[in-house]
């Protein structure tokens, strides 16, 4: 109800925030148009991770009529949007609309080559734009940044988001590219898998990744469950099995195990690759970042994954 109260009181036309905020509202059964009128709202913004179509569904029906519903995707470091929404035109839930205004946008495959509708791969940017950073305080030599821009494909800044086109003009983040799942050689988006997670009411929150097992990779999922549930066989069945039908085989995890919590970032995002670094044996990267770095550890130690 706060967030309702705010968009009341300070009549705000535009309101950002999170996908998973706005999964959590859905869960609860909140309905904010039935709280409050929030006739001033003209755009919501989700950020921060993919907006699923029902949840997005949600939105549509659940805050005033006609307000724009926009997924978006940018960065802190370009303050900018790489793809956005667009009023102009029609969103289909689960799609990002547009690419930005001066982006010049597009989707490379492993070899660096623009992709067709419906596959996969990079987004990636191919000329400056207006907000494009110079370069990293106290990176001298320009190596750093570089590095977290232009190593995987030389001349062209790489965002870090697997996506795809869609034919409507539009595009659909599946996952962080550095956390894509490789099971069998075959990359799955973690996003993918979330959708279907977030279907079963019990699971408060969930994380998946892959750990590296026998000179392949398999996909481990971790749940964090309401008060008073209990992860047993059967749930553990139920979960694998809409994974399965919701997906394909390959999506579905070899692990899952509930924790009771799972690490995040300070900005609230899930921190699946310190937790992919942390199981397989890497270095953890920017951990000054995490918000509760003893879940990371809670998580590594587990025995199931030493089996």
Known sequence: ????????????TFFGTSAKYLDSVRKAGFVPRSHASMSSLRTIASTGSPLSPETNRWAVESFPIGVHVASISGGTDLCACFVAGDPTSPAYAGEIQRPGLGMAVDIF????????????????????????????????????????????????????????????GGII???????TLNPGGVRIGTAEIYRRVEQIEPIVESLVFGQEWDGDTRIVLLVRLAVGVTLDEAMIAEIKQTIRVGCTPRHVPALVLAVDDLPRTRSGKLA????????????????????????????????????
Do not use: Q
């Open 173 to 179: 983040v599946h996952g962080r590219s550095d956390t």
């Open 109 to 168: 495959d492993e070899s660096g080559t623009p992709v067709g509708v419906g596959e996969r791969g990079e987004l990636v940017c191919t000329a400056p734009f207006p907000s494009m950073p110079l370069g990293f305080w106290g990176d001298d030599d320009g190596s750093r940044y570089r590095g977290a821009y232009f190593d995987k494909n030389p001349g062209v800044w790489s965002h870090g988001d697997f996506a795809s086109w869609t034919e409507h």
């Open 272 to 307: 699946e690759l310190a937790v992919t670094d942390a199981v397989n044996g890497s270095e953890v990267r920017n951990t000054s970042a995490l918000a509760n770095p003893e879940a990371i550890d809670a998580i590594a130690t587990r025995s199931e994954l030493r089996s």
């Open 1 to 12: 109800e706060a967030m309702t109260d705010l968009i009341e009181r300070e009549r705000l």
